[in-house]
């Protein structure tokens, strides 16, 4: 069974400019969620998917956006590139049945796709 | 639930084992998670506990629980250069999502042949 797919792995951006991130999760899960992982904060939450709609965000300012497709396939946008944008971005996928909180919800993870923005 | 602590190096010798410490916060943590990641890849899940145990063994992995002192430890039993990488200790509060961990901030585990 294939893992958690993240396209691209590595792309380098300028300040301003924008980038979409992919990720395909395992087959059969429909959560997704966006983590940021940097060396000065660690790893922090961006949002979660479930059934193409958003049900949990993070406290990331709203240049940081995302979707989930019909196929469970999810996107993540940064607009106007900043600096401190830079680092590696984590996608992870759940099988979640439905009931949501509560459960153990063991989150695969992709390998992440690394943005440099100079 | 966003406080979670881990020391951040640990060294130790091929074939002894290896502890790794983290503390949390948060009374009302549900489930606690041991991570595992490699140079250049993502986050490999090693182990869970459910907030109700004391301890969970799977293979050369034992998890214990102090949910008194909110102290949770992954013991690695032979340890090989293998498990060398960053381990992370990431906590689910009770009103959280699936999707949305805590994470600590790593322990870097450094195996000397």
């Known amino acids: 069974k294939a893992g958690v797919t993240q396209t691209p792995r590595y792309l380098i951006k300028t300040r301003g400019q924008q980038v979409t991130l992919s990720c395909s999760p395992i087959s059969g899960h429909r959560s997704v969620s966006w983590y940021q992982q940097t060396p000065g904060q660690g790893l922090q939450f961006l949002f979660e998917y479930f059934s193409e709609t958003q049900r949990n965000k993070g406290n990331f300012p709203g240049r940081f956006s995302g979707r989930q497709f019909s196929n469970s396939r999810s996107e993540m946008n940064v607009s106007t590139l900043e600096l401190g944008d830079s680092a590696l971005y984590l996608c992870?996928?759940?099988?979640?049945?439905?009931?949501?909180?509560?459960?153990?919800?063991?989150?695969?993870f992709g390998e992440g796709s690394r943005l440099t923005v100079l | 639930g966003e406080d979670v602590e881990q020391s951040l190096f640990l060294s130790v010798r091929e074939g002894d084992s290896s502890v790794i410490n983290c503390t949390y916060t948060?009374?009302?943590?549900?489930?606690l998670y041991w991570y595992k990641q490699e140079p250049g890849a993502g986050l490999q899940l090693l182990t869970y506990i459910f907030s109700n145990m004391d301890m969970k063994q799977d293979q050369r992995l034992t998890v214990l629980l102090n949910k008194k002192d909110k102290h949770l430890s992954l013991r690695i039993a032979d340890t090989q250069t293998g498990d060398s990488a960053i381990y992370f200790c990431?906590?689910?509060?009770?009103?959280?999502?699936?999707?949305?961990?805590?994470f600590g901030r790593g322990t870097q585990l450094t195996v000397w042949p």
């Open positions: 990431a906590e689910r509060d009770r009103g959280s999502t699936l999707g949305r961990l805590y």
């Open positions: 992870a996928s759940s099988l979640d049945l439905g009931v949501g909180r509560g459960a153990a919800g063991e989150l695969f």
């Open positions: 948060d009374s009302s943590s549900t489930y």
